[in-house]
Nanobody, 123 residues
Framework: QVQLVESGGGLVQPGGSLRLSCAAS????????FAWFRQAPGKEREFVSC???????VYAESVEGRFTISRDDVTNTVYLQMNSLKPEDTAVYYCAADPLGGSYCPANEYDYRGQGTHVTVSS
């Protein structure tokens, strides 16, 4: 069983930055792939980024070059650094985890998900 707790959301002006954190608890977490998803009001959940157990990364086209995902396997924390934020980045951001080893991380089908943290980009 894996538990995920997100933090770091808030209100930021367009062009600003936020860093989201996902604290994971469980066993053998260095074997897990982690991902960030988001869901804006009235829209379906969408993939944002993922990082494999080998630290390979994948980004959605909409955030490529602005967001950076990383992981600290000592503290079992996954981060999402978000720069140059836009109003369309406003959403609830969720952390997800799946027991996949190696260099692959998928854009869907994660076994575990956190409760989410709200990000609002507005002037």
């Amino acid at each position: 069983q894996v538990q995920l707790v997100e933090s770091g959301g808030g209100l930021v002006q367009p062009g600003g930055s936020l860093r989201l954190s996902c604290a994971a608890s469980g066993n053998n977490l260095d074997y897990y792939a982690f991902a960030w998803f988001r869901q804006a009001p009235g829209k379906e959940r969408e993939f944002v980024s993922c990082i494999s157990s080998a630290h390979s990364t994948v980004y959605a086209e909409s955030v490529e070059g602005r967001f950076t995902i990383s992981r600290d396997d000592v503290t079992n924390t996954v981060y999402l650094q978000m720069n140059s934020l836009k109003p369309e980045d406003t959403a609830v951001y969720y952390c997800a985890a799946d027991p996949l080893g190696g260099s692959y991380c998928p854009a869907n089908e994660y076994d575990y998900r956190g409760q989410g943290t709200h990000v609002t980009v507005s002037s």
